[in-house]
């Protein structure tokens, strides 16, 4: 057979991605189109989100890590992968779309384009990949589905698609009903008829199946790494060429170009949400393979006689990085299970070989640099971490300059507000003090729409006061749009923190006489410590305070002043929330079961001298 003839298409196979902004309903989209397809019994009891599998992904709403399932429709398979929608998480996004063929773009029908639409969309583009576009949540009483629709031709036009790109077919949906229909519904009446039957015809009519040379020699992308606790580390991607079969020999080719021969133990593909084993896979397939001990992201696995490289997954720079640190609070070790620098290490070094949108560097034996896309993929990696019990300490984001030409440049997000009229004149301060550069704003029906520029580091803890401001009536969105000349110094937090004198237990009795001035971040009876921070001082100014003091007890009541004491509700905060607020001479303390604010230098006469030594070099 020659070459030529051994090419040929899978004609039984379609492999497509979910795309889309956050919360634009791809999970539950997925959820439909499994159920809908038969996947599961109709006796079958199922949890909504069924592939939101991880409990942080559950309790933000987000999905962080991408997963693979597929379905059965009309006598074809089609492998489906949702990815996540967070800007944060793009890395998952890009290499996923190494294995598939098509893509669905979901996109609100009344939120319309947001950056993440556009990020995601460019690199599909980017890979020639033509996109269905699902205008999903019709239903919404602020639904624009005609509106959104010119909004995503504009963006395919921004983007520079091609002819063929433009002439993207459309799906109008309901996702969390599971209703799909060609064309926009008159009125709705028609919303409680019909299933995903329009979207799973389109799937398979426009979606192309995958290429591969069946006979050649047998060639993989490694996509994604999963585990097992029987087999170990699973190498997940797609067969581009050849074919593979359980038992057999195959060579891994490193990123540096170095090869190692190993055997397949065992051999899956996808069926619904479950892995099953097969003793046999062609090109064009999503399998999983056991065997590789210490396989990483973006390595080739080949046959041993045709050992070819295919292109490495490229993804973009981080943008911001943090220092994890060992723990040397006098509360160390108390709650941890995992504390020690090696422990840290080896946690942070087995993150990078499955997250390839990380960087981790050594500062010190007990300091590591982690690099990433933004503050909540580190938030996500520091709770991942604190739940399986490690206990560390980590620094103040920042962001990754680079010099280019001689200039030092910044990386810069696109920021999209939508805020109520009332909220703009606050929101346009705030982001100017920020060295932010609005590019553009409209106005319809009391809403404002607001596209800035503004440096990343502009926007650390930003979001909260965000929040706050608009008293939570406000959307922001950012996404990085490009790195630009350094914009000059941005102030910080306006306000100091409360930072314990002494090591005891908070009493109500010394709170009540400092509350007037600050906020408290503990509670009375809290464990403090000399230089754990207890508080927000109303001031700019950092302030001493003990929170330890205690009443005296005497013989002598005073009128009126012997009552019950009366404390404010201590301010809490979520993981972000206080990654946001850290000072650049402040850690937080990260156990399996607390998080405490503390200064780096725990002695408050240390801390002076250290700041004065770090003055008089500034002025020298």
Not at 103 to 122: I, N, R, S, W, Y
Request: hydrophobic share 40%; net charge negative.
């Amino acid at each position: 057979m020659s070459e030529q003839q051994s090419i040929h298409t899978r004609e039984d196979i379609r492999n497509i991605a979910i795309i889309a902004h956050v919360d634009h309903g791809k999970t539950t989209l997925v959820d439909q189109m499994l159920r809908q397809s038969g996947t599961f019994r109709s006796n079958e009891h199922l949890t909504d989100r069924v592939m939101d599998s991880n409990d942080l992904e559950r309790e933000k709403g987000i999905t962080i890590m991408a997963k693979n399932t597929s379905v059965h429709w009309g006598g074809k398979k089609i492998n489906i992968v949702d990815t996540p929608g967070h800007a944060d998480f793009g890395g998952e996004v890009e290499r996923i779309l190494k294995m598939v063929d098509g893509v669905l773009l979901l996109v609100d029908a009344a939120e319309g384009c947001l950056p993440q639409t556009k990020f995601v969309l460019k690199k599909s583009l980017e890979l020639n990949l033509k996109p269905i576009v699902v205008i999903n949540k019709i239903d919404r009483k602020d639904a624009r589905p005609k509106e959104v629709l010119d909004e995503v031709f504009e963006l395919f036009m921004s983007l520079g698609a091609t002819y063929e790109q433009l002439e993207f077919p459309i799906v109008y949906a309901i996702g969390k009903a599971g209703l799909a229909w060609l064309t926009l519904p008159p009125s709705s009446d028609h919303w409680g008829e019909g299933d995903l039957s329009p979207l799973f015809r389109m799937i398979i009519d426009c979606v192309p199946p995958p290429p591969g040379e069946t006979e050649g020699a047998f060639q993989m992308l490694v996509a994604n790494v999963d585990w097992s606790d029987y087999l170990g580390r699973l190498a997940v991607g797609r067969i581009f060429r050849g074919k593979v079969h359980e038992g057999e020999w195959i060579t891994r080719i490193r990123h540096d170009g170095s090869i190692e021969k190993a055997k397949i133990a065992k051999l899956y593909t996808f069926e619904g949400l479950k892995r099953v084993e097969t003793e046999e896979a062609a090109a064009g397939e999503i399998v999983q393979l056991a065997g590789l001990e210490d396989v990483h992201i973006g390595e080739t696995i080949t046959d041993p006689e045709h050992a070819v490289a295919l292109p490495i997954i490229n993804v973009d720079e981080p943008t911001i990085s943090m220092n994890f640190v060992v723990n040397d609070s006098p509360l160390a070790g108390r709650e941890g299970k995992f504390v020690t620098s090696r422990h840290l290490r080896e946690r942070l070094m087995r993150e990078l070989r499955k997250n390839i949108s990380i960087r981790v560097e050594d500062v010190s034996p007990d300091t590591f640099k982690v690099a990433a896309r933004g503050e909540l993929q580190l938030a996500i990696l520091i709770e991942t971490m604190r739940r399986e019990g490690y206990e560390f300490a980590v620094s103040k984001p920042e962001v990754i300059l680079q010099e280019m030409d001689g200039d030092t440049m910044e990386p810069i997000e696109q920021v999209v507000i939508d805020v109520p009229e009332e909220y703009v004149g606050s929101v346009i301060e705030a982001l100017g003090t920020r060295k932010g550069q609005m590019v553009n704003m409209s106005t319809l029906n009391g809403q404002a729409h607001i596209e800035y520029h503004v440096p990343s580091r502009g926007m650390i803890g930003f979001r909260g006061e965000f929040l706050t401001m608009t008293r939570g009536n406000g959307l922001l969105n950012q996404l990085f749009y490009d790195y630009e000349s350094y914009k000059g110094p941005i102030a910080g937090r306006t306000r100091g923190a409360l930072v314990s004198l002494d090591d005891g237990d908070a009493t109500p009795y010394a709170m009540e006489g400092l509350q007037e001035r600050s906020v408290f971040f503990v509670e009375p009876g809290t464990r403090v410590y000399t230089g754990m921070i207890v508080g927000e001082n109303s001031r700019e100014d950092d302030m001493i305070v003990n929170v330890t003091k205690k009443k005296h007890l005497t013989n002598m009541r005073a009128s009126g002043s012997d009552g019950a004491i009366q404390l404010d509700t201590p301010r809490l905060m979520s993981l972000e929330q206080q990654i946001e607020w850290l000072a650049e001479d402040e850690f937080l303390e990260v156990t399996p079961h607390s998080t405490r604010f503390r200064k780096k230098i725990l002695d408050a006469t240390e801390r002076f001298r250290t700041r004065k030594r770090s003055e008089q070099m500034a002025g020298a």
